[in-house]
């Protein structure tokens, strides 16, 4: 079974670009959640989409959007990028009971 | 709001001792907490859950504690080996109804050959 697929790995951006980040989980998985790593923050929940429907929001300004497909394969977006964004962001999807995250290896996001 | 604290950012410990990690959290009665696992530069992997009426959750050479009066988790290695190094996660869901994990900072162990 495949795992989670985030592409692309790695990225580098200009303040004030926007970018578009794209997870597919494990095949069967509903539920798709992404995550911001800093070194100073930590792992910090953004958002979880569920059957195409945004079921739970983290703390983080509008720029911060996504978006799931009847696949279950989802996007994030990052609109009119800051030098604070830069960090991995982590997708991950869960099985059906919903106790376990399976990870994918991230996106490395620099801000320049 | 809900919140994970991990006791210690970093771990040193000698090979073929026993490494213990800590989470308290608060502000919540989580059903369950997690562990994980994360090496530089790659998504978390899920190592155990234990749910709180379990007292203790075991799985090869690991051991999982949790204390619902301590609001505490405890996380064991035993016999611990260096390619046991990495940084070791504690986490749990907001709810038991959709998947906004709060992650605990986590604890860098290192162990020394």
């Known amino acids: 079974k495949a795992g989670v697929t985030q592409t692309p790995r790695y990225l580098i951006k200009t303040r004030g670009q926007q970018v578009t980040l794209s997870c597919s989980p494990i095949?069967?998985?509903?539920?798709v959640s992404w995550y911001q790593q800093t070194p100073g923050q930590g792992l910090q929940f953004l958002f979880e989409y569920f059957s195409e429907t945004q079921r739970n929001k983290g703390n983080f300004p509008g720029r911060f959007s996504g978006r799931q497909f009847s696949n279950s394969r989802s996007e994030m977006n990052v609109s009119t990028l800051e030098l604070g964004d830069s960090a991995l962001y982590l997708c991950?999807?869960?099985?059906?009971?919903?106790?376990?995250?399976?990870f994918g290896q991230g996106t490395r996001l620099t801000v320049v | 709001s809900q919140k994970i604290e991990q006791n210690s950012e970093a771990l040193n410990i000698q090979e073929g001792k026993t490494a213990t990690l800590t989470c308290n959290y608060t502000n919540y009665s989580p059903a369950y907490l997690q562990w994980y696992r994360q090496d530089p530069g790659r998504g978390p992997v899920f190592l155990l859950l234990?749910?709180?009426?379990?007292k203790e959750k075991r799985k090869e050479r690991l051991k999982v504690t949790f204390d619902t009066t301590l609001k505490q988790s405890l996380f064991h290695i035993t016999a611990s080996q260096p390619a046991d190094s990495a940084t070791y996660l504690c986490?749990?869901?907001?709810?038991?109804?959709?998947?906004?994990?709060?992650f605990g900072p986590g604890t860098r162990l290192s162990v020394l050959p």
């Open positions: 095949s069967g998985h509903r539920s």
């Open positions: 991950a999807s869960t099985n059906s009971e919903g106790t376990e995250a399976f």
């Open positions: 986490a749990t869901a907001w709810d038991n109804y959709g998947q906004n994990f709060v």
């Open positions: 234990i749910r709180e009426n379990e």
